[in-house]
């Protein structure tokens, strides 16, 4: 159906209203919380907080492909979120490193135990003999690493948080048991040999883990087994009562209880200071890393920072968005205006986009957006030069309207599609590399073309069209024609010759 240019107009109205409502900060005129769920997102360079770079560190022999990579990324993002950091940013870069930033954060040091943490839980046969907490042991899902028998190991030039502590607070230098015999590793020549503890249960087998209390009111980890981890971990304690059993965190004995009783499908881990106990709920309920982590770079920003960078940032804009609407009145007067006005309507929509995809917004993310306005501005001007021309050739302002438009878009058209290509690949980059600056950049700049093809195209056509019936349509200075029936004359002349 077509419309006429006064339906087109108030369709755009209605658009901008809406787009002005979500865009505008603040929660005023709210409806159902819509706006307050809708707020914009600020990164990392704009608010302050934390970049972790992590790095698989595999045993010796073991190789890290894309697949573990992601599942590492997928546990290290459940554990964010368990943390209750807002718009946090979690991305794979090569094929062995995932970066980490958590804007707001303030408690670093915790988050970085966090993520680094490989929290493999595990619940071992001790042979029937009292491991005492501290131990470190080998089991058969594994070696004790470098880090977890408190071998010093080199430290990277970056800032890095301080080296894990055990959950119980004990010291890191603890009794070492031996690493499985056949496997060798960097570690092995400073292992002495000893048994190889046997795993009952691990903490994939489990279903849930919460704080809770034990019988003297002291905060424990409760957990709760999956099906058919129950009858295994039941058939053991079962045939064990009156025994020890160990409970393992990262190769580290946490608590060796006497088995009192049969147990199915719930118990508990004591043995973890309470102020551990949430931290290591975290860490069991997201899973245990597929490999372990360590960290290679961090960096922390400041807020004030951040705020010195949005002020700097709107200034620009305004400075920009004035230098624009400036040239554009001045040289192509009426329309130039509605050009204007167009790209305040387009400010609008983008900004409203933001807030409702969501876009995490960036220093660099803001760059390409006052980019895109100089772009949406280049289609109106095609579109102008086109009208100026078809003016002075004799035709009249609705036509060369029409022609302006018609005979432009083939140019902002390809134009605007090469630019999104481009964008595309410019995302695909920085996400692949983990550059989060060209990331924000590619997908700011992305949006802010697709949306000038209808701002250009839609509301400027519709601005002019409705202007074309009114007093405005007859003064040709109103549209920079002012010698228009002398370069008719010339031209009419020059064809008669």
Do not use: C
Request: aromatic fraction near 6%; proline fraction near 6%.
């Amino acid at each position: 159906m077509h419309l006429r240019p006064w339906q087109s107009l108030i369709l755009i109205l209605i658009v901008t209203f809406g787009a002005v409502w979500v865009a505008l900060p603040g929660a005023d005129f709210d409806f159902g919380n819509f706006r307050a769920d809708h707020e914009i997102r600020q990164g990392l360079d704009l608010q302050g907080g934390l970049q972790v770079v992590l790095e698989a560190d595999p045993p010796a022999g073991t190789k890290v492909d894309s697949a573990t990579m992601n599942g590492t990324r997928d546990t290290v993002e459940r554990r964010v979120n368990a943390l209750g950091v807002s718009e946090p940013l979690i991305q794979t870069r090569g094929n062995n490193q995932i970066i980490v930033e958590l804007p707001g954060l303030t408690n670093v040091n915790q988050a970085i135990d966090v993520l680094k943490t490989t929290a493999l839980l595990e619940i071992v046969d001790p042979n029937g003999q009292f491991l005492p907490p501290g131990t470190i042991v080998n089991t058969t899902l594994g070696n004790a690493t470098n880090e977890q028998m408190g071998i010093a190991t080199p430290v990277p030039s970056t800032p890095e948080a301080s080296p894990q502590a055990s959950p119980s607070g004990s010291p890191s230098a603890s009794p070492v048991a031996s690493p499985i015999a056949g496997i060798t590793t960097p570690e092995a020549s400073a292992t002495p040999t000893g048994p190889v503890y046997t795993t009952i249960i691990s903490g994939r087998d489990l279903e849930d883990a919460f704080p809770t209390t034990n019988s003297l009111g002291q905060v424990v980890v409760g957990f709760r087994l999956s099906n058919s981890a129950a009858g295994t971990f039941f058939d053991y304690t079962s045939q064990h009562i009156g025994q020890p059993m160990s409970i393992v965190l990262d190769k580290k004995v946490i608590s060796s209880p006497r088995i009192d009783a049969a147990i199915s499908k719930e118990g508990i881990i004591s043995g973890v200071s309470g102020a551990e106990v949430n931290d290591l709920v975290v860490q069991l309920q997201s899973g245990a890393l597929s490999v372990p982590l360590k960290v290679v770079q961090s960096r922390s920003v400041g807020p004030t920072l951040g705020k010195d960078s949005i002020h700097k940032s709107i200034i620009a804009g305004l400075v920009g968005l004035g230098a624009v609407a400036l040239f554009m009145i001045l040289f192509y007067r009426l329309p130039g205006l509605l050009a204007v006005f167009g790209l305040l309507i387009y400010t609008a929509i983008v900004f409203a986009l933001y807030k409702l995809i969501p876009v995490t917004l960036t220093l660099a993310g803001i760059a390409g957006f006052v980019l895109s306005i100089g772009m949406a501005v280049d289609a109106n001007v095609l579109i102008f030069s086109r009208m100026k021309e078809e003016m002075r050739a004799g035709r009249t302002l609705k036509n060369a309207i029409e022609a302006g438009f018609d005979h432009a878009w083939p140019s902002i058209r390809d134009s605007n599609i090469t630019s999104m290509l481009t964008s595309a690949i410019l995302y695909w980059f920085g996400q692949y590399t983990g550059a989060t600056l060209i990331t924000g950049f590619a997908l700011t700049l992305f949006i802010g073309v697709a949306v000038s093809f209808i701002t250009a195209i839609t509301v400027t056509r519709t601005l002019l069209r409705v202007i074309v019936g009114t007093r405005l349509a007859n003064p040709k200075w109103w549209f920079g024609i002012e010698h228009d029936r002398e370069m008719v004359a010339a031209n009419t002349s020059s064809a008669a010759d």
